[in-house]
Structure formats: structure tokens, C-alpha cells
């Protein structure tokens, strides 16, 4: 019997990676994430925390340890229009987008991003609305984000034409530098919004990435992330219930098992080599900047 040759471990980067400096969500240390990443054998790995940069550094210094490439990013919250059909009344809602560096001016647009959106809103609350993002899109890529983001709340919700357009808007910003992202960890409703959303993907004549949405390095890491979500709704494990993730799947895998999740589908994978290419810039491309005192 024939048997399908294995994926080189070289054939996937992760684009959509959460250390513990995204507070009470991410579960593992930026050390921790790239070690796993070279013990998996991928090319790259990138950071992408929740309105945050607070751990990139230590994932540069990581990932050049460590000789691999560190892709510089964050998942930020964006003020995006409510969602079709809404009956709250309000004209806007917060959706989840991520950014990549893909360039040193693209790292700073990210810097400022990240600063404006918390330094714009009360604490806890950090967000930009699209005319900032505008503003700052240049040297950046993007993806459409986790379930949380505008693109696939709109699948999910049942509105592929509202999807195209949310689509739309963001190649406007990002002049096309843009990749639908889809998921699957074990749950129906992600494969159904996954396989919707490649078909965003099609229409528009633009890629989609498979990404992992990682949250902790390995699955038995589970266990912390579950702490920290307790922390972070001050209950008990017993009081959790559906609070928690449904199962351990949000951890850094490995470019085989990815390959056979995605067997059906397998240009995801490929793709976000792609990507991982253009986002060329590290942190060691910079070089402070100190002022010039003259002396007598």
C-alpha cells in the first residue's frame, strides 16, 4: 500500500502565536515558543500578543539563538462596524485583527499602533478604528484574525457578502498585503467558518493561511492556560464550564500534523511560507537612536 510522503517540517511557519505577554491568555514564555519551534524544525515563527509588544524582544533574542526567523507581529483590537442586523444599537463593535512586520517602517506603524490604542482608551480597553490603522498600514501584512475578527464574524454570522466587503476594505488599507486565515481545532463550527472563508479567499483571488491560533507550546500546557482563565474571570476551574477552550488544540504544532489536518485543503500551508518571506524584518535591524549632547 502507498503511502502519502511526510510534510517537511520546513513546510509551515506559525503566523498567529500568543506568548504570556498576551496577559491571561497566552500560556507559555516567547523562550519557550521558539524552542519548540526549532525543536519542530520550522524555518520562522512569529509573536503576535494582544495589543502588545512587550515580549518581542525576548523572542528576538530567542529566535536568534535559537537560528530561527522571528517574525514581529500583534493581534490588535480594531473598532470595525456592527455586525449586520445588530439590535444593540450601536454603530461599532471590537473584532481582533493581526499585523506582521514586514519592513522597519512597518515595525514602527505597529509601535504606533499599539501605543495609540492604549494610550486613546481607558485602561483595559485598547483599541484603534480603521482610519488609524489607515494611517499606520504601511510595511505591515495582515491576517483576518481569530473567530473574533471582522472577516470570519461575519461568516459566521451567516453574511459571506458583508464578509467580502469587510475583506474589501482591508485590501484598500493594506494595498492587497492581505491573507484570509482559517483554523481548525477539532470543532465543527471552525471547519464550517473555515471552509466559508476560503471561499472569501477565492473570490477575492487573494491567499489564506492556516494558522493555529497558538496559545502554549505544547498540549499538556493546556492546564495553565485553563489557571489563567480563572484568573481572569475570578472563578474556579469547577465554576468554568464552557469559559474554557473545549479541548488542548492551541498549542505550537508540528508542520505533519497540520499537514494531515489540512490534507483536503493543502495550499493553507504552503502559503503561509509566503508570507513568512515577506515579513523580512528582525529586531536586530535596529539600532538605537540616542541624542547628540555637544561637549565643550
Known amino acids: 500500500m502507498s503511502r502519502q510522503p511526510a510534510a517537511d517540517s520546513r513546510s509551515y511557519v506559525e503566523l498567529h502565536c500568543h506568548s504570556a505577554f498576551s496577559l491571561l491568555d497566552g500560556a507559555s514564555s516567547p523562550e519557550a515558543l521558539v524552542e519548540r519551534a526549532a525543536q519542530l524544525g520550522q524555518p520562522a515563527l512569529a509573536i503576535s500578543d494582544h495589543d502588545e509588544l512587550g515580549g518581542v524582544v525576548r523572542f528576538a533574542q530567542a529566535a536568534g539563538i535559537a537560528g530561527i526567523g522571528g517574525i514581529i507581529g500583534a493581534e490588535l483590537t480594531v473598532e470595525v462596524p456592527s455586525l449586520t442586523g445588530a439590535v444593540t444599537g450601536d454603530s461599532s ?27 486613546d482608551h481607558p485602561r483595559g480597553r485598547p483599541h484603534v478604528s480603521l482610519d488609524l490603522l489607515a494611517a499606520h498600514a504601511r510595511g505591515l501584512f495582515a491576517l483576518t484574525g481569530c473567530p473574533r475578527g471582522w472577516v470570519p464574524s461575519l461568516v459566521a454570522a ?37 471552509r466559508h472563508l476560503m471561499a ?41 464550564g464552557t469559559r474554557l ?6 498549542y505550537l504544532k508540528s508542520a505533519a500534523q497540520l499537514a494531515r ?23 536586530e535591524h535596529l539600532s538605537p537612536t540616542l541624542p547628540a549632547f555637544p561637549l565643550p
Open 93 to 119: 463593535r471590537l473584532s481582533h485583527l493581526v499585523l506582521l512586520a514586514e519592513t522597519r517602517e512597518g515595525y514602527g506603524n505597529l509601535s504606533t499602533l499599539v501605543t495609540r490604542a492604549r494610550m
Open 158 to 194: 451567516g453574511d459571506p457578502d458583508g464578509a467580502c466587503e469587510a475583506v474589501a476594505t482591508l485590501l484598500d488599507i493594506f494595498d492587497r498585503r492581505v491573507a484570509v486565515e482559517c483554523w481548525d481545532h477539532g470543532l465543527p463550527e471552525e471547519r464550517d467558518t473555515s
Open 200 to 240: 472569501v479567499a477565492r473570490a477575492l483571488d487573494i491567499p489564506w493561511v492556516v494558522t493555529n491560533d497558538v496559545h502554549y507550546a505544547r498540549a499538556r500546557d493546556r492546564m495553565v492556560h485553563d489557571v489563567l482563565a480563572c484568573l481572569k474571570h475570578e472563578r474556579t476551574l469547577d465554576d468554568m
Open 245 to 250: 477552550r473545549p479541548n488542548a488544540e492551541w
Open 261 to 283: 489536518r489540512w490534507q483536503h485543503a493543502p495550499d493553507g500551508i504552503r502559503h503561509t511560507l509566503a508570507v513568512a518571506e515577506r515579513c523580512a524584518f528582525r529586531m
